[in-house]
Nanobody, 121 residues
């Protein structure tokens, strides 16, 4: 049984918007740290946005002011609203659970299957 299931990826032109969704199994969702990572071809995975149950959020510096992470507690769902996207935002986006809150790959202990985002110039 999958515990983190992403959707919402696709192709968009630079300057446009996308919203990614992640349905999270209950026992994971109630845990503190859920977030989004991404990986572009030939590059390492990097943390994009993180969310704590307290409401604290964290962002990769290059997406601050453009991306917003949020939760719908009634639906055990985490969203990533991506606005003013750039070609460099292209990659596979993964919904993750972290055993410590922070955008570090080493702290991720569960990954979704990923959803592809492609931004054209």
């Amino acid at each position: 049984q999958e515990e983190l299931v992403e959707s919402g990826g696709g192709s968009v032109q630079a300057g446009g918007s996308l919203r990614l969704s992640c349905v999270v199994s209950g026992h994971i969702y109630s845990s503190n740290c859920i977030g989004w990572f991404r990986q572009a071809p030939g590059k390492a995975r990097e943390g994009v946005a993180g969310s704590e149950t307290s409401g604290v959020t964290d962002y990769l510096s290059s997406v601050k002011g453009r991306f917003t992470i949020s939760r719908d507690n009634a639906k055990n769902t985490v969203f990533l609203q991506m606005d003013s996207v750039k070609p460099e935002d292209s990659g596979m986006y993964y919904c993750v659970h972290m055993f410590l809150c922070g955008l570090h790959v080493a702290w991720v202990d569960a990954w979704g299957q990923g959803t592809q985002v492609t931004v054209s110039s």
